[in-house]
């Protein structure tokens, strides 16, 4: 079955930086969309960064200059590197994969940071 692994969020300070890690199994990971959604506690979850199969990324307003998706097709592995993180990141972060209509998720990894 699919697996999307999370990991790498963590605490850090205003200004910080972390990577996170998503670990694709179960799917043929070069023809998904990777996304990386967020939600914060009593928000909508909420698109943060996308990477399509040709490496095309689009990112929120939010994070745009801050934060780089990019993917690595041979480890099925894509990333999230955050710099300058402020305390409104402070949130889940999830892994999504799609691929022709179809979705998955992963279990999340929680991110906060501190003032």
């Known amino acids: 079955q699919v697996q999307l692994v999370e990991s790498g969020g963590g605490l850090v300070q205003a200004g910080g930086s972390l990577r996170l890690s998503c670990v694709a199994s179960g799917l043929i990971f070069s023809a998904n969309t990777m996304s990386w959604f967020r939600q914060a506690p009593g928000k909508q979850r909420e698109l943060v960064a996308t990477?399509?199969?040709?490496?095309?990324?689009i990112y929120a307003d939010s994070v745009k200059g801050r934060f780089t998706i990019s993917r690595d097709n041979a480890k099925n592995t894509v990333f999230l590197q955050m710099d300058s993180l402020k305390p409104e990141d402070t949130a889940v972060y999830y892994c999504?994969?799609?691929?022709?209509?179809?979705?998955?998720w992963g279990q999340g990894t929680q991110v906060t940071v501190s003032s």
């Open positions: 990477i399509t199969s040709g490496s095309i990324t």
């Open positions: 999504n994969a799609r691929f022709s209509g179809v979705s998955y």
